[in-house]
């Protein structure tokens, strides 16, 4: 099975960037349909964007279209999400998450493999 490492999380103002990177071992990452996604202290897991395998689908969720970015490079193993514009509401513990899924999850649920998390925190 496929394990995952986050990286990238940590304190930034409001209005600034953040990227999260996401490193693959186990399986390549190409057998899998991958996504982020977040909890907020009291609130549900959110999936705040996923890309299908080899990236043909994408999906973001409302609150963050237009300010996150997924990628994923497959012969890197990684997949990234590019936080701009970040808000105070976008802080919450940061998930990457896989799963043989042949298009891009939009729920919590759909994904079999997560890794440990990345505490992402936007103060105002």
């Known amino acids: 099975q496929v394990q995952l490492v986050e990286s990238g999380g940590g304190l930034v103002q409001a209005g600034g960037s953040l990227k999260l990177a996401c490193a693959a071992s186990g399986r390549p990452l190409s057998r899998y349909a991958v996504g982020w996604v977040r909890q907020a202290p009291g609130k549900e897991r959110e999936v705040v964007a996923s890309v299908s395998r080899l990236a043909y689908t994408t999906y973001y969720a409302d609150s963050v279209k237009g300010r996150f970015t997924i990628s994923r490079d497959n012969d890197k193993n990684t997949m990234y999400l590019q936080m701009d514009s970040l808000r105070v509401e976008d802080t919450a513990v940061y998930y990457c998450?896989?799963?043989?899924?042949?298009?891009?999850?939009?729920?919590?649920?759909?994904?079999?493999?997560w890794g440990q998390g990345t505490q992402v925190t936007v103060s105002s």
């Open positions: 998450t896989a799963d043989v899924n042949l298009g891009a999850p939009q729920t919590p649920q759909e994904y079999a493999y």
